[in-house]
């Protein structure tokens, strides 16, 4: 380097050039006393987009859901005093392998230790549900530690970075001479390591020899964008292909090989039992978590079948089932260099057809028309989900969180077109994600976007409808209330046995009233025949829409999951399989 490429720049300054540098055209955040001095700077010298919300979850769940969809790192910013607010979007994140570069503010190094107000070891806060979580000490290690940064978070199993800023560091001056990025480090995944190949051609080999083999793909599909790879491998083989509820999508859901959904979220009866059928099973990009297994029963006895897994993470591989065959690797370059050796290796290769088209429809069939009667006052889900598939475009993304918002369209909605438009927090599954999601969702696509929110958690976010409306994004927020925390009145009485759970039930608000009072354009579905003209109304509506509907709490009507489901056949109570 010259002279002539050394620049005198602050903090704040270095911070946002390297954010360009990287890509980043939006952050999210909150402002605070301690990211003043940033925001100075952020006027004057950058157009990168910030995106202000009314709480610092709703920020971190919004990174998340936007790095989901735009497949590079999302950027989010807190101030000191909310700095422990971004842990819930932060834990999704770390859980779901999305890498987030998440800058939080403070008071000067060691000023908490004179108890000064809002200081905290963030540091130590943070490292445990991130990938690495470091002090910017001075302004002049900021590009090594950048770039570290969106290296750690892309490379490998993906996941946060949190980055903590004394505020004194954002006016600081340094002759900076080392400002540039490093490409590969502004989308996810940053390199495709290739599986042992050995080991590559030996799942080969189980594979041909399996005589009812299935593959079940977790987010670490979408992650890897493998979509192509898994349906080319799928189709020569003729091996159906299941996905957990996070890696709804993962190929197109009307495929003749697709199994649609497993597993103890949304998996419907004819999908779990295939696998449950199946001989062999090749995991691909999942974790094997208690949900996607339905609390591991899913597969039966792990001796009767033989288990294949590929994985970006090696602590993954085998965790849970007996593997034959262990891969670590990308899962789209691993699967691309496997089709390779088939198609090389066994060029005459016939398979007998698969075609699951009619047994997939048999069974949404019998769910569409099975016209269980609902409580008074309530309307069916499945009716709206129904719909919802109906008039649904190709490019909507759907957002949605543990309840009744998430299990009914993980089960019934089908994406014709592979990737991630369907978006949930099922690594965590706390309340409050779909409406951050939505408006995360918002700044990384142009189409519709469709949020699926129940009551208990749309009180946690009430407060950031106001950052939808200001956003002038097309949004649809459709509410399934029953005014009551149903999962855990669903659990305490199919499976605990308690009468009537005290803890659970809470009281009426009119939330169309409310979302008036931000400015959506609200309606109210209180007649199955108004369904399809009030939802294609709001998603044709370029602006923020709201919708109400009442519907029956989990224990009443029992959706798919499979152990509500055995306890519901036992106690005779109407459910959905």
Not at 236 to 257: A, C, F, M, N, S
Request: hydrophobic share 40%; charged share 20%.
């Amino acid at each position: 380097m010259t002279d002539a490429d050394t620049q005198r720049m602050n903090g704040a300054q270095i911070i946002l050039k390297m954010l360009e540098l990287h890509g980043v055209s939006h952050v999210f955040g909150l402002p605070g006393e301690t990211t003043i001095g940033w925001y100075k700077e952020w006027r004057a010298h950058s157009n990168i987009e910030f995106v202000l919300t009314r709480d610092e979850r709703t920020a971190s769940y919004a990174a998340e859901a936007y790095a989901k969809i735009t497949g590079r790192p999302a950027v989010l910013e807190a101030p000191s005093p909310g700095v422990t607010h971004c842990s819930p979007g932060i834990t999704e994140a770390f859980m779901s392998s999305v890498p987030v570069i998440y800058f939080s503010s403070d008071i000067p190094i060691n000023q908490d230790k004179k108890h000064g107000l809002t200081g905290v070891d963030q540091t130590k806060l943070y490292d445990s549900i991130c990938k690495e979580s470091f002090v910017l000490t001075n302004a002049q290690e900021i590009p090594f530690l950048m770039r570290r940064a969106f290296r750690v978070a892309t490379s490998g199993k993906p996941g946060p970075v949190h980055i903590r800023v004394p505020i004194n560091i954002f006016g600081e001056e340094a002759d900076i001479n080392d400002l540039y990025a490093e490409p590969d480090y502004s989308v996810y995944p940053a390199h495709r390591p290739v599986a042992d190949h050995s080991k590559i051609r030996a799942a080969i080999d189980v594979l041909l020899a399996a005589e009812k083999p299935a593959i079940v793909v977790g987010q670490g599909g979408l992650i890897s964008k493998a979509s192509e790879a898994i349906l080319e491998l799928a189709e020569l083989l003729q091996i159906p292909v299941g996905t957990t509820t996070p890696g709804k999508g993962t190929i197109p859901e009307d495929h003749p090989l697709a199994l649609r959904v497993i597993g103890g979220r949304g998996g419907m009866e004819y999908s779990n039992q295939y696998v449950f059928d199946a001989d062999t099973i090749f995991f691909i990009g999942t974790n094997t978590d208690s949900a996607a297994t339905d609390h591991w029963k899913l597969y039966g006895d792990p001796k009767s079948k033989t288990f294949l897994h590929l994985d970006i993470a090696e602590a993954h591989v085998g965790n849970n089932y007996p593997v034959k065959v262990g891969l670590v690797g990308d899962a789209r370059a691993s699967l691309e260099y496997m089709v390779e050796i088939i198609k090389s290796e066994h060029p005459g290769l016939k398979r007998d057809t698969v075609d699951l088209t009619a047994m997939k429809k048999t069974a949404l069939d019998k769910v569409f028309n099975s016209n269980i009667p609902m409580p008074e006052g309530t309307l069916s889900p499945v009716k709206l989900s129904q719909v919802l598939d109906k008039i649904m475009p190709d490019d909507a993304i759907v957002t949605s969180e543990p309840g009744v918002s998430a299990i009914y369209p993980s089960a019934l909605l089908t994406f014709k077109k592979p990737g991630r438009r369907y978006i949930t927090n099922y690594s965590m599954g706390a309340l409050g994600y779909s409406v951050p999601a939505c408006l995360g969702a918002s700044y990384a696509s142009d189409g519709p976007i469709i949020s699926f929110t129940g009551d208990g958690s749309f009180a946690f976010v009430i407060g950031d409808m106001e950052t939808l409306k200001r956003s002038g994004k097309n949004v649809t927020v459709i509410l399934t209330r029953n005014d009551v925390y149903g999962w855990i009145r669903g659990e305490a009485i199919l499976l605990d046995d308690v009468d009537e759970p005290w803890s659970t039930d809470f009281g009426a608000v009119d939330y169309c009233k409310v979302a008036e009072g931000f400015g959506f354009k609200t309606d109210r579905i209180t007649k199955e025949a108004d369904i399809e003209q009030i939802l294609s109304n709001a998603i044709a509506h370029p602006g923020a829409n709201f919708i109400e509907i009442m519907v029956p709490s989990q224990d009443k009507i029992i959706p798919f999951v499979p152990n509500w489901v055995r306890a519901a056949r036992a106690k005779n109570l109407p459910h959905f399989y």
